[in-house]
């Protein structure tokens, strides 16, 4: 049986791999797990086209978990998994749990 796959998603690059760092750590290898953060030119902000890029590379039959930091990675993590579509949607999740914490 697989685990579910993690993605962290922070407006921060710097938080976004900090994150996963320290998840790398706890759980080894036995998750798959991805991330991505900032605007792609060095800003704060998220990318819809880099989640679903973290999304295929953290993906599990498990499914998908996603962590957010602000209201605006959850906005584009959600059109991302509706862009995604069926039949993987339905095994993707936006958690409502602090980042690091839920992560």
Known sequence: MSNVGIVIVSHSPLVAEGTADMVRQMV???VPLA???GNGHGGLGT???AIMAAIDRAWSE????ILVDLGGAETNSEMAVEMIGEPRAHRIVVCNAPIVEGA
Do not use: K, P
């Not at 498990?62 to 978990?65: D, E, P, R, S, Y």
């Open 28 to 30: 080894g290898n036995e």
């Open 35 to 37: 991330w991505c953060g």
């Open 47 to 49: 990318s819809v086209e």
């Open 62 to 65: 498990a499914g998908v978990a």
